[in-house]
Nanobody
Framework: QVQVAESGGGLVQAGGSLRLSCAAS???????MGWFRQAPGSEREKVAT???????TYAESVSGRFTLSRDYAQNTLYLLMNNLKPEDEATYYC????????????????????WGPGTQVTVSS
């Protein structure tokens, strides 16, 4: 059974950087994994996704500032967040689904079967 767990959140000033990590364990074959975030009172939204083919997509709001990468040997995803803004403040979640990332299915949280507990990112202005 696949499990994922995030780490690396914290408090940062606007304009600063943070790197989040997501460690995955279990049998990983064909998959789509992603970072999502949820601010209080808001819906959970996609930040970035990557699949076994290495295809990466970003939400428009973070494109050019956030970079998703993966260490294949360690089964770990990273999300480097640069030039953080107050509107980036949220709980960030790592998620997994046992298929390649396809269009709307990669954005829809209902298709993700495994979620980490989340890590808080706080951005001070």
């Amino acid at each position: 059974q696949v499990q994922v767990a995030e780490s690396g959140g914290g408090l940062v000033q606007a304009g600063g950087s943070l790197r989040l990590s997501c460690a995955a364990s279990g049998y990983l074959y064909r998959w789509c994994m992603g970072w999502f975030r949820q601010a209080p009172g808001s819906e959970r939204e996609k930040v970035a996704t990557i699949d076994t083919g290495g295809s990466i997509t970003y939400a428009e709001s973070v494109s050019g500032r956030f970079t998703l990468s993966r260490d294949y040997a360690q089964n770990t995803l990273y999300l480097l967040m640069n030039n953080l803004k107050p509107e980036d403040e949220a709980t960030y979640y790592c998620a997994y689904q046992p298929r390649s990332c396809y269009g709307a299915e990669s954005t829809d949280i209902r298709y993700y079967s495994r979620w980490g507990p989340g890590t808080q990112v706080t951005v001070s202005s």
